[in-house]
């Protein structure tokens, strides 16, 4: 049994992580399996055709669709599976991170080109589901699976998708992605779901698909896997980090950069880390020294009261003291901040300018988002209080993703606050989406060469200013 996997996840940075597990999964499982990346095609015409063709040049019993819930993804997964169907009837099967809140389980499954949904984590639910399919075994027992009886009845997952040592992965492997398409970097997984996991706003759809449950790669596994694919991808010297929190477990996160230092990895990486005061300026530094070269973090924004009601778990102060360090420390510092969050008032958005000012000079990149009201989250949870509130009405989600839509009555100086916030980090040039795997090889080297001259440079300012200012009060 042939297994093709089809990623309507894109276009996209560099390759796609979770398809490169799912491969990875199946053929170390015994199992034969094809990949088509279709990230890059114009639209479901062109996508059609390829898939179309690939199809009937080979033979496949089952087809499976990773996508995410944005439209172009799940319309595209949506044409292209009602042509499998039609045209060789193979089985299909949906998978992404979004299948782990049972309603859009259920919901994708009602659809009539779609025979199974896995809800949990691919890696353990895929190679299953070809298993239970080439001995003619009971679904049911398939953990993680949802399927559609013959009757027409949904049959749920009696077990969950869960693996508890991640170490028992495979290495990812990325021969099927065609390298030249994308960034010259390579992402890496070292721990799932989220170790905090009280942002109120936050759905987590990848958490949500693994139970919300946090594991960790032990250091050992996550740096042979670095070595492995270097010199496996040796034009790639660049890692993205996908964690959504890096260094939580900070004794771990120290292990795992002095096993680097030791195996002399001469690499380049990225990653998100969360905003702790055990995340001192020496982290940093050794950060940099293994190949680092900058770090992501949600500010959200620069109002304590309402980190406090987002149940961030971080300070003002501390945010504003890793930014700085990071940019001393030679580190891109890349922000995301939220706007228009239930119970954000003016008084708030104006904090948030005045950080922002105070630290502008220190940031990279600044990304402002709207809030978004998801599936799964605490807020959507709790929708009932919060509409009592006034703070939302006419709440309505949107099929086939994790969205809502809802109306909200804001104060004119609200939105002329916010618009303020947006025109300081434009003025700024600090709009622009800047992410490691956004610059070339090139650009990290001679950076890493630049830092010592950049660093003296900031010095010399600095001291030339405090002169000007104690001239200027003599």
């Not at 239970?132 to 953990?143: A, D, F, Q």
């Not at 077990?159 to 290495?171: A, Q, V």
């Not at 406090?308 to 971080?314: N, P």
């Not at 890349?334 to 105070?358: A, C, H, M, Q």
Request: aromatic share 10%.
């Amino acid at each position: 049994m042939k297994t093709l996997l089809v990623n309507v996840q894109g276009p996209s940075t560099y390759p796609q992580l979770g398809c490169a597990y799912l491969l990875s999964s199946l053929r170390s499982a015994g199992h034969k399996a094809e990949f088509l990346d279709l990230a890059f095609v114009k639209d479901a015409i062109q996508g059609r055709k390829i898939l179309l063709d690939r199809l009937a040049t080979d033979e496949f019993s089952l087809v499976g669709f990773s996508l995410n819930d944005y439209r172009k993804s799940f319309e595209m997964a949506f044409d292209l599976a009602t042509r499998v169907k039609a045209c060789c009837g193979p089985h299909v099967v949906f998978g992404g991170a979004l299948f782990g809140h049972p309603e859009l389980c259920e919901e994708y499954l009602s659809l009539p080109f779609v025979d199974f949904v896995a809800s949990g984590e691919g890696e353990l639910t895929l190679p299953h589901l070809v298993e239970s399919l080439n001995r003619g075994e009971k679904l049911e027992e398939v953990p993680g699976l949802w399927a559609k009886a013959k009757n027409g009845k949904i049959v749920r997952p009696r077990t969950r998708s869960y693996i508890e040592n991640l170490d028992s992965l495979p290495y990812v492997c990325y021969d099927d992605f065609n390298l030249k398409k994308y960034s010259p970097a390579l992402p890496v997984l070292t721990t799932r779901g989220c170790p905090w996991g009280k942002c109120k706003f936050c759905n987590d759809i990848a958490g949500g698909t693994c139970q919300r449950a946090y594991r960790e790669r032990s250091a050992e596994n996550v740096v042979a896997e670095l070595d492995y694919l270097k010199r496996k991808y040796s034009s790639t010297k660049v890692f993205p980090w996908h964690d959504q929190i890096m260094c939580y477990n900070l004794p771990r996160f120290q292990k795992i950069m002095t096993l680097m230092q030791k195996s002399n990895l001469d690499i380049y990486w990225a990653g998100e880390i969360y905003s702790m005061p055990s995340v001192t300026k020496d982290v940093l530094e050794k950060m940099y020294s293994t190949g680092c070269r900058a770090i992501t973090f949600g500010v959200e924004s620069g109002s304590q009261s309402l980190l406090r009601r987002m149940h961030k778990g971080t300070t003002v102060k501390t945010n504003e003291r890793i930014i700085r360090d990071a940019h001393e420390t030679g580190l891109k510092v890349r922000t995301s901040w939220v706007v228009y969050y239930p119970g954000e008032s003016t008084e708030d958005v104006e904090e948030t300018i005045n950080f922002l000012r105070k630290n502008i000079d220190y940031i990279d990149s600044v990304q402002i988002h709207d809030f978004e009201l998801r599936l799964g989250s605490d807020i959507q949870q709790h929708i009932g209080e919060y509409m009592s509130e006034g703070f939302f009405s006419n709440v309505e989600r949107i099929p086939f993703t994790t969205h809502f839509t809802y109306k909200t009555i804001l104060k004119s100086e609200h939105a002329e606050s916010v618009q303020r916030l947006r025109d300081l980090v434009k003025d700024a040039g600090k709009s622009r989406e800047l992410t490691i795997c956004g610059y070339n090889l090139a650009y990290f080297e001679s950076r890493n060469g630049l830092r010592s001259i950049l660093h003296k440079g900031v010095q010399v300012l600095r001291h030339a200013k405090r002169l000007l200012n104690e001239s200027l009060r003599l």
